[in-house]
């Protein structure tokens, strides 16, 4: 199996906690909305990720505490998919979407949900530490040009290079 994810324990889980000063996280989050699968629609590539196609996040709840994620990735080129599991728990209150995760532990790194549908819990905008750290996650693995409008403005207003977003094949 290639080393994608081992890259993505390596450079994005160091250690960095933390968000970008234009980042916030949601308030009034709810986890049991939150887990599931997700598909990861837009993203900064990163070397952990480059290439992949049909990527997905699936968040389960552990007995004791904390989430167990679960990403995926189809690597067109070698045709196999990739896949890295890790552990999310809350870094202040579980109703406030900022969690720190780790797949290689004890690095740990920030996972600040900063846009949600509160209501149905469809798409998510996510950063990591820095501005270098950003996805669009939706339940289906298209979202609507009102959700992907919403999620540019909001990206560009907080300083992401949105010219940069690699958009994910499914």
Not at 73 to 88: H, I, K
Not at 150 to 170: C, M, P, S, Y
């Amino acid at each position: 199996m290639r080393l994608v994810f081992t890259l993505f324990g390596a450079l994005m889980l160091n250690g960095c906690l933390g968000m970008p000063e234009t980042v916030k996280p949601v308030d009034d989050f709810e986890i049991s909305q939150y887990l599931g699968k997700w598909y990861e629609v837009a993203r900064l590539d990163h070397s952990f990720e480059e290439g992949l196609e049909r990527v997905s996040a699936e968040y389960i709840e552990l007995e004791k505490s904390g989430i167990a994620v679960i990403n995926r990735g189809y690597d067109p080129l070698s045709q196999e998919w990739q896949q890295a599991n890790g552990e999310a728990y809350f870094v202040t209150h579980n109703d406030i979407g900022y969690l720190q995760v780790s797949f290689f532990g004890p690095f740990y790194s920030s996972y600040v949900v900063f846009g949600l549908d509160k209501q149905n819990y469809q798409y998510a905008f996510v950063s990591g530490p820095t501005l270098d750290y950003l996805w669009l996650l939706s339940r289906t693995p298209t979202v609507s040009d009102e959700v992907m409008g919403e999620f540019l403005n909001q990206a560009k207003e907080r300083g992401f290079n949105t010219d940069e977003l690699i958009f994910v094949k499914h």
